[in-house]
């Protein structure tokens, strides 16, 4: 039986999305599942996510939105993401705050993201991104610093600061893993009494 197959869609801005998204794939490869890993603006043609047995998709919130690409991606394949296990992770400075205000914002935005394309992902997480301040243009890396110092954090311009919790991305991997190869088992199951009851009808 052949391992089931997995297509994480991300979205990214500044890298971040990218580096937990190729995590996340080196993570499922490692459980033995067949990962496809694309960026949502250079999708090729004629992909179908039916044609696999989960679907991960991730974005990155940048003033309080998330890209237009991973949102059109979503809405076109609702129904298909709907019938299958599915998982959205969203990227955000909000999402490792200190403020619990912050972190429900966050999470607004995720529901209200995923509810407003009619999708019902099985999973959803937030995670912290990168504060890249040698990446972001003059505004907003003033903008930032701003906010870098109203949460406590590092103000140092002169490079970038991580704030990804990586276990918490492994669980996450882990989580979605274990919930696509137990549907897959169970679809291999009902085929198998369905050949079964075909061959002693």
């Known amino acids: ?59 990155s919130l940048i003033m309080q939105g998330y890209q237009k690409y991973v949102a059109a991606f979503v809405r076109r394949h609702a129904a298909a993401l709907n019938a299958m296990p599915s998982a959205f992770f969203a990227v955000s400075g909000s999402a490792g705050s200190d403020n619990p205000l912050e972190r429900a914002a966050a999470q607004r935005l995720l529901e209200k993201f ?53 276990t918490q991305v492994t669980r996450f991997a882990e989580q979605f893993a274990e919930a696509v190869q137990t549907s897959a088992e169970r679809a291999g199951h009902a085929h198998g009494a369905l050949a079964f009851s075909e061959s002693t009808a």
């Not at 391992?3 to 869609?9: C, D, E, F, K, N």
């Not at 694309?38 to 998709?57: E, I, K, N, S, Y």
């Not at 099985?122 to 991104?129: D, E, I, Q, V």
């Open 1 to 59: 039986m052949s391992p089931p197959r997995i297509l994480i869609v991300y979205g990214t801005s500044y890298g971040q999305t990218a580096r937990i998204a190729g995590r996340i794939r080196q993570l499922l490869v490692e459980r033995g599942l067949d990962v496809t890993l694309l960026a949502g603006d250079r999708l090729p043609a004629g992909l179908r996510p039916a044609q696999f047995d989960g679907v991960l998709v991730g974005a």
């Open 114 to 166: 995923c509810h407003g394309a009619g999708w019902q992902p099985s999973m959803t997480a937030s995670f912290a991104g990168t504060i890249a301040f040698t990446r972001y243009n003059f505004a907003l890396r003033w903008f930032m610093k701003r906010i870098s110092r109203k949460e406590g954090q590092s103000t140092d311009t002169s490079r970038d600061h991580e704030y990804t919790d990586w």
